[in-house]
């Protein structure tokens, strides 16, 4: 029994994670070597899951279930909604000209990588653009706080990258952000990040 829980929780934990990808069915071979246990455990762990709303069965396979993903982004959000928002609040009585610099190349990378329709490496410079934003908060816990919510958005963004269509409004959310960041308008860039941020959600969670 034990071991039967052990199983179950690092599993769980893979699904908590974003760790797996919701678009395509769970590789039951892969969390037997990962959770180093035997086909028999993992199967009873899923339909363990699958009780719990976490997993479903469909066609013969299993899939980390929509609403569970969907549950795990929003609790991320209404963390990160507001604590990004008091990021970019901070930021804009706090950015140095060397960050506002650094973010104006970004934006011109965004618009070249834009043009090639590279949505990996707009997913890639996004992070980029986010992380100086928490650097220049100048608040080292709010920005390991953050970063580490960002890199589970990131996974899963990641996961919808092949289904995802124009992101042109959302390049430009970035422009709008630098603008209140340089202005110094701390309103104005708390209430662009959280509509940013918003978005995103939206587009990501309709793609899986």
Same mark, same amino acid.
């Given at each position: ?17 974003? +760790?797996?990808?919701? @678009? ?17 455990? =993992? ?7 699958? +009780? ?28 990160? @909604?507001? %604590? +990004? ?8 009585? *706090? ?5 506002? +610099? ?20 707009? %997913? ?6 986010? *992380? %100086? ?6 608040? *080292?816990?709010?920005?390991? $706080? ?21 992101? *042109?409004?959302? =390049? ?10 340089? $202005? ?7 209430? =662009? ?10 587009? =990501?969670?309709?793609?899986?």
């Amino acid at each position: 029994m034990e071991r039967v829980n052990q199983v179950y929780q690092h599993v769980r934990q893979m699904v908590l994670n974003l +760790e797996l990808d919701p @678009t395509q069915p769970i590789d039951e071979k892969l969390l037997v070597r990962g959770t180093e246990g035997t086909a028999q455990l =993992v199967q009873e762990t899923l339909r363990r899951l699958a +009780e719990e709303d976490v997993v479903v069965r469909r066609r013969g396979r299993w899939y980390v279930a929509p609403a569970a993903t969907a549950s795990i982004m929003r609790e991320i959000s209404e963390v990160r @909604t507001t %604590l +990004e928002g008091m990021c970019a609040r901070l930021a804009a009585e *706090r950015i140095s000209e060397e960050d506002i +610099e650094k973010m104006e190349h970004l934006l011109v990378d965004f618009e070249r990588v834009f043009r090639e329709g590279d949505n990996q490496a707009l %997913l890639a410079l996004d992070q980029k653009f986010h *992380r %100086l934003l928490y650097e220049a908060s100048g608040n *080292r816990f709010l920005a390991r $706080a953050l970063d580490e919510m960002y890199t589970l958005i990131y996974r899963l963004s990641y996961f919808a990258l092949d289904r995802i269509a124009s992101v *042109r409004s959302n =390049v430009e959310e970035h422009r709008d952000i630098l603008q209140a960041l340089k $202005a110094g308008d701390a309103r104005t860039a708390e209430r =662009v990040i959280q509509h940013h941020i918003a978005h995103f959600q939206s587009m =990501v969670e309709n793609l899986l």
